[in-house]
């Protein structure tokens, strides 16, 4: 059997698995001896009151297995595919079009006037020290974009935009933690960006894409019409 809830609880219960088990067979007036499993669906914290509240939406399964879904993608491998995308720039937009061209069979060839996440390091530590700043490859430009080295907040102005699963879902499967899939304000976290952004950049190459750094785009040429 499968119960959907929604609660309101203090951190204490709401963060502490067993804690929260208990809380959820008493609701439920469950005998203990039940098999209780829970599925996180989304959590939100209330901090507009002194005693802060946090909002849960959660499946408990009851004597039955719990269902976990496998995140998966189908990437195609485009190394001999003769269709191809050329994209300017490794930032999320610039990633994420290469990603979804794996999926359709395309092979997105990726220019980038900035160095990959590790070689970027050396160029922010000597912004942050001797005041040297690289015009290619500093916190705005390089692999990863301008959000590579900030906080990781993931957020969106827009409701109107549809669902971003699809999104969340990818930086799950590329290493995000399972949790930004529940949390009302996601957040990676600054030491995971780079790894996540590397890993990225992995699927990619692994799959017949092709990212080429250090390559500027300073002109278009048209010849009969075309680029």
């Given at each position: 059997?499968?119960?959907s809830l929604q609660l309101q609880l203090t951190p204490s219960v709401a963060f502490?698995?067993?804690?929260?088990?208990?809380?959820?067979?008493?609701?439920?007036?469950?005998?203990?001896?039940?098999?209780?499993?829970?599925?996180?669906?989304?959590?939100?914290?209330?901090?507009r009151a002194k005693s802060i509240k946090v909002n849960l939406t959660l499946d408990?399964?009851?004597?039955?297995?719990?269902?976990?879904?496998?995140?998966?993608?189908?990437?195609?491998?485009?190394?001999?595919?003769?269709?191809?995308?050329?994209?300017?720039?490794?930032?999320?937009?610039?990633?994420?079009?290469?990603?979804?061209?794996?999926?359709?069979?395309?092979?997105?060839?990726?220019?980038?006037?900035?160095?990959?996440?590790?070689?970027?390091?050396?160029?922010?530590?000597?912004?942050?020290?001797?005041?040297?700043?690289?015009?290619?490859?500093?916190?705005?430009?390089?692999?990863?974009?301008?959000?590579?080295?900030?906080?990781?907040?993931?957020?969106?102005?827009?409701?109107?935009?549809?669902?971003?699963?699809?999104?969340?879902?990818?930086?799950?499967?590329?290493?995000?933690?399972?949790?930004?899939?529940?949390?009302?304000?996601?957040?990676?976290?600054?030491?995971?960006?780079?790894?996540?952004?590397?890993?990225?950049?992995?699927?990619?190459?692994?799959?017949?894409?092709?990212?080429?750094?250090?390559?500027?785009?300073?002109?278009?040429?048209?010849?009969?019409?075309?680029?």
């Amino acid at each position: 059997m499968i119960k959907s809830l929604q609660l309101q609880l203090t951190p204490s219960v709401a963060f502490q698995e067993q804690e929260l088990k208990k809380e959820i067979i008493q609701q439920l007036s469950l005998n203990e001896s039940q098999s209780v499993q829970l599925k996180l669906l989304k959590r939100s914290i209330d901090a507009r009151a002194k005693s802060i509240k946090v909002n849960l939406t959660l499946d408990v399964f009851i004597d039955e297995p719990i269902q976990i879904e496998k995140i998966n993608f189908d990437y195609i491998d485009v190394s001999k595919s003769s269709n191809t995308c050329h994209i300017i720039g490794s930032g999320p937009a610039g990633l994420f079009a290469a990603l979804k061209c794996l999926q359709l069979g395309i092979k997105p060839i990726i220019f980038e006037r900035g160095k990959n996440v590790k070689d970027r390091r050396r160029d922010l530590a000597a912004i942050n020290k001797e005041h040297i700043v690289n015009p290619e490859s500093n916190y705005c430009f390089g692999e990863g974009g301008a959000g590579t080295y900030s906080d990781g907040k993931l957020y969106t102005r827009s409701h109107k935009r549809g669902s971003i699963n699809s999104i969340l879902k990818t930086l799950v499967y590329h290493g995000a933690s399972e949790e930004i899939m529940i949390d009302a304000h996601p957040h990676i976290g600054t030491n995971k960006l780079p790894q996540l952004i590397k890993a990225i950049r992995e699927t990619i190459l692994e799959h017949g894409g092709e990212i080429h750094f250090d390559s500027k785009l300073v002109d278009f040429n048209f010849k009969n019409g075309e680029i």
